[in-house]
RNA sequence: GGGCGCGUAGCUCAGCGGGAGAGCACUCGGUUUACACCCGAGCGGUCGUAGGUUCGAUCCCUACCGCGCCCA
């Protein structure tokens, strides 16, 4: 049994690490080596595999807020650990031109300038100004983005409004408008007010809000018929009333026309089976240029379709006294004239429906008749549908899936036009005579006399959808288009799933006949501290940026990371960060004194049976830990991938391998095992970190190793550790069980850590662990036993080899009472268990249908638990009556 | 109205057929020669409710209650 405890040598702090890591001090200048050394630029001629992941391209308008800091860290990593996988990584950069977001701010701007407005610059001299305020003030988020660590490459930064992408654009508008993908209808669309334009579906939000249904009287005497509505100023548009075919009450109209109130008009009675006799009085107003089910049965019947309203939603051109008025103002205005007609027979307020909303100004909806450009959806939406069907494409979490087959299977043709001037205008060019000529981007726009072209601009996600190919440099053969596509993976928030995600399907299978990726991986939402979703309204949102400056980029990154369950959002708060910036610290304490210790990679890794438990056990664990850290990394399980880094490195690295290493490197047997050991678990370990926490690995691995930087370092490959050994692991927890247990005793016994307390250890070497007697002894802080030791008190372990006496001599009369409880709490966690086995052993159907394994393994418990009563109640009967 | 998901320790969340876990918070002790952004020990849960399946259910099924999201 090895007991010796010789005083241990005053260790000096290494001159080559700080005693504390500032992140604030050190990330910008180690993000600008690492770019002027071009660690992120891809080369297509490396002669490595690919891998690609595009951003999703920020607003031009925007700044770094919390969601991109989600998608940037989970890109980061992924493209990192690639990397130094021995990939050829990419992560593309970019921005969005956003074109309603953006142009909304200049025209902000302009009135906040007292300038003249957009309509008052024109067209060409406003685009002229935006330009100007991107150049100026725009792509902020870029600067912002090297806070958080991007390792993007930045010689590859794309716009969705540059000249090559705006290539990409009009060369699909053509091949699209050719192949007849692309067509020009008067539809009825979702109308904003507040932004003067059309706008597709998927902008449209639809929200319960309290209105009112009003029926109105319309004709007059025997044909008098009675409708209802919610919005009473589209009756200045009705063109028919429509009933069910065999709605008995009202036969006798069908075919008839009825005189309307206001406007005298005198509309048809029709019949449609479209109509639900249940609802209301059975009756319907029909106004087909304000409502999409009234715009259908417009068409089915040949109805006339007056637009009341102006692009601003003012009545007009009804030639009534209402023209002028606001829609809202009017559907006040007409009921009231109604009522003094005598015309309204019943009201019901607060009426609960259905209105679509813009999503981003707010504003309700108005549907209205233009003419607009769509997309023919529906073979691309099954061949995107079918991508993913068939594995080409795999979405992850898979519980996604169902969302995105629900919407191509379901998807509507997708309204593209947009009465703005920031986009990409259509590409569509109208002669003197009716003539529609759509140009390419090589080729001229037919010139001469009464020819113009079309004033309206690309949706924003037009381009955005090309996103994966028309930054590689499409419609041109490049050689990056040739390698990073399709691109490896994509990750996005689950939110943008519709917007995003399923238009570069689309449109990557189109131009390139191929999905755009392999993976996608769609992340959740940050949500603040109590799960709430962050908003400006309740003043919970938190900046990424005042994160970065109170705890550093990796501590961001590093919560972010363990907070990322696939598919589910987070919460996040200054504890959280807090918490992770500990860790960083912890990480950096621990390198210092390992270092300091005379640690290093570079010593050679003595032969295993050189090797103390401790080091076979820690290197063990480090080849399980660099095991299941890329199953999970590989599966896109970043939280779990970042938890077991968090626990090898706190719980079992620092407060086990660091504390055993103590006693070990005062021993000149095992000091230098011990250096080199520790050398290549933080070497390592710092690998596995850095993608997650680029800068403070950085600083660590540089130094410990001498390398030139981590971020090109060999990702830790399958020799990495040792094998476990069964026995190495048993005896190592036998220690840590018998160390735990007498901390127990001491703390229950009020016996202060620094208090000397004169020990024996009996039956260490009958239980295996004869080698670990100086650990035990160091880290319960026991001494030696003198020639006049007279122990006072006995902990017993039982441990995986056998049974382990501790006598210690306390110097006095031990705590009964603290010694009674924690005896009691023993016994009867294990009376519990003891009674747990026995309800199941002796239930015969148990031990006939259990699988073997199982029940073994209850007989085993239950002996287990019964050593434990027999230990623990001849100790409580040994105790002195208190 | 249709669909999806969630209700587990005070808070935020893992676990998802055979011994209830983590972080934070909390309690007690500690100026130990890496770290108080720390160390050690501990407290804390009839796993939403009610049924069912099973030898066995936090886990599977059904219903209900509560919450969230998507779509119409």
């Not at 300038?113 to 001299?125: C, M």
């Not at 003197?432 to 090589?442: H, K, Q, S």
């Not at 189109?510 to 939402?525: K, N, S």
């Amino acid at each position: 049994m090895t007991e010796t405890l010789p005083p241990r040598p005053i260790r000096g702090a290494t001159a080559d690490l700080p005693p504390k890591w500032n992140p604030g001090e050190v990330e910008a200048g180690m993000y600008r080596r690492w770019v002027e050394n071009g660690y992120f630029t891809a080369d297509p001629d490396s002669g490595k595999p690919p891998y690609s992941i595009v951003i999703p391209p920020p607003n031009v308008t925007g700044s770094l807020h919390l969601g991109h800091a989600m998608d940037h860290t989970l890109i980061d990593i992924l493209t990192r650990r690639r990397r130094m996988q021995g990939y050829d990584a990419l992560w593309l950069p970019g921005m969005d031109h956003a074109g309603i977001a953006t142009q909304s701010v200049v025209e902000r701007r302009l009135a906040e300038a007292g300038e003249p407005g957009r309509r008052e610059l024109g067209r060409v001299e406003f685009v002229r100004r935006v330009w100007e305020w991107k150049a100026e003030s725009g792509g902020s988020i870029l600067g912002q983005m090297t806070r958080l660590g991007d390792g993007v490459d930045w010689s590859r930064e794309r716009f969705t409004l540059d000249e090559g992408l705006s290539r990409a654009v009009g060369t699909v508008f053509k091949r699209m408008f050719d192949d007849g993908l692309i067509y020009r209808a008067e539809r009825l669309v979702n109308w904003s007010p507040e932004l003067q334009s059309a706008i597709s579906d998927i902008e449209v939000d639809h929200k319960e809000v309290e209105g009112e249904l009003v029926s109105m009287l319309y004709g007059d005497g025997e044909d008098a018929i009675v409708v209802a509505t919610t919005r009473v100023e589209t009756m200045l548009g009705d063109t028919a009333v429509a009933v069910h075919p065999d709605d008995e009450r009202y036969a006798h109209l069908v075919g008839k026309t009825i005189r309307m109130p206001i406007t005298g008009r005198d509309i048809p009675v029709i019949s449609d089976p479209y109509v639900d006799p249940e609802f209301g009085s059975g009756a319907v107003k029909i106004t087909p240029a304000h409502d999409p089910n009234d715009f259908e049965m417009g068409r089915r019947h040949d109805l006339p379709m007056p637009t009341i309203m102006d692009e601003a939603g003012v009545i007009a051109g009804t030639g009534t006294r209402f023209d002028g008025m606001d829609r809202f103002e009017a559907r006040v205005a007409i009921r009231e004239e109604l009522a003094a007609q005598g015309r309204i027979v019943a009201e019901k307020r607060p009426y609960l429906h259905s209105i679509g909303h813009d999503s981003r100004t707010g504003v309700p909806i108005e549907p209205r008749l233009s003419l607009q450009w769509f997309v023919r959806v529906e073979s691309l939406a099954k061949a995107s549908g079918d991508a993913v069907r068939s594995g080409a494409t795999t979405i992850h979490p898979a519980e996604m899936e169902s969302r995105f087959f629900d919407w191509v299977d379901n998807m509507h043709d997708w309204c593209i036009s947009r009465q703005l001037w920031w986009g990409h205008r259509i590409p569509v060019w109208y002669g003197p005579n009716g003539e529609m000529v759509c140009v390419g981007p090589d080729e001229e726009p037919p010139t001469g006399e009464g020819w113009r072209q079309d004033e309206d601009v690309l949706d924003t996600w037009f381009s955005s959808g090309l996103w994966p190919f028309s930054t590689l440099g499409w419609p041109d053969k490049t050689p990056d288009l040739e390698r990073y596509y399709p691109n490896s993976v994509l990750v996005t928030g689950y939110d943008i799933l519709f917007f995003w995600v399923v238009r570069m399907m689309m449109f990557g299978i189109y131009a390139m006949g191929e999905a755009p990726f392999r993976d996608v991986y769609l992340h959740g939402l940050i949500r603040d501290e109590h799960g709430k979703k962050m908003s400006k309204s309740k003043g919970n949102v938190i900046d990424p940026l005042e994160l970065i400056d109170a705890y550093g980029a990796d501590a961001l990154r590093f919560t972010i990371a363990r907070g990322s369950n696939p598919g589910t959002d987070m919460s996040l708060s200054h504890e959280w960060v807090a918490g992770s910036r500990n860790f960083t610290t912890k990480l950096w304490n621990a390198t210092r004194f390992a270092m300091a210790n005379g640690a290093s990679p570079a010593l050679p890794l003595p032969a295993v049976e050189d090797l103390t438990d401790a080091d076979r056990w820690i290197l063990g664990r480090l080849r399980e830990v660099r095991e299941q850290t890329d199953a999970l990394l590989e599966d896109f399980q970043f939280a779990k991938a970042t938890e077991g880094l968090y626990h090898f490195t706190w719980d079992e690295l620092c407060d086990w391998y660091l504390e055993l290493a103590k006693p070990q490197f005062d021993d000149p047997a095992t000091a230098d095992g011990t250096r080199a050991v520790l050398g290549h678990a933080l070497d390592a370990l710092l690998r596995m970190l850095h993608p997650i926490t680029p800068f403070v690995t950085e600083a660590l691995w540089t130094t410990l190793t001498g390398g030139e930087t981590v971020v090109t370092a060999a990702w830790p490959g399958e020799d990495t550790g040792l094998p476990v050994d069964a026995g190495v692991v048993a005896r190592v927890e036998a220690a840590q069980k018998l160390i735990t247990e007498v901390r127990r005793f001491r703390t229950e016994q009020g016996l202060p850590d620094r208090r000397s307390v004169a020990a024996r250890l009996v039956g260490l070497d009958a239980a295996g662990l004869e080698a670990h007697g100086a650990a035990v002894r160091f880290l319960t802080r026991l001494d030696r036993a003198g020639d006049d030791f007279a122990p006072t008190a006995t902990v017993d372990v039982t441990v995986a080899g056998g049974k382990v006496h501790v006598e210690l001599d306390t110097s006095g009369a031990i705590d009964v009472a603290a010694e009674r409880a924690r005896l009691g709490r023993d016994l009867a966690a294990a009376q519990k268990e003891l009674d747990q086995a026995d309800k199941k052993l002796t239930n015969p159907k148990f031990t006939e249908k259990a699988p073997a394994n199982v029940v073994d393994g209850i007989r085993g418990r239950r002996e287990a638990a019964v050593a434990e009563i027999e230990r623990v109640s001849g100790r409580l009967a040994a105790l002195p009556a208190s």
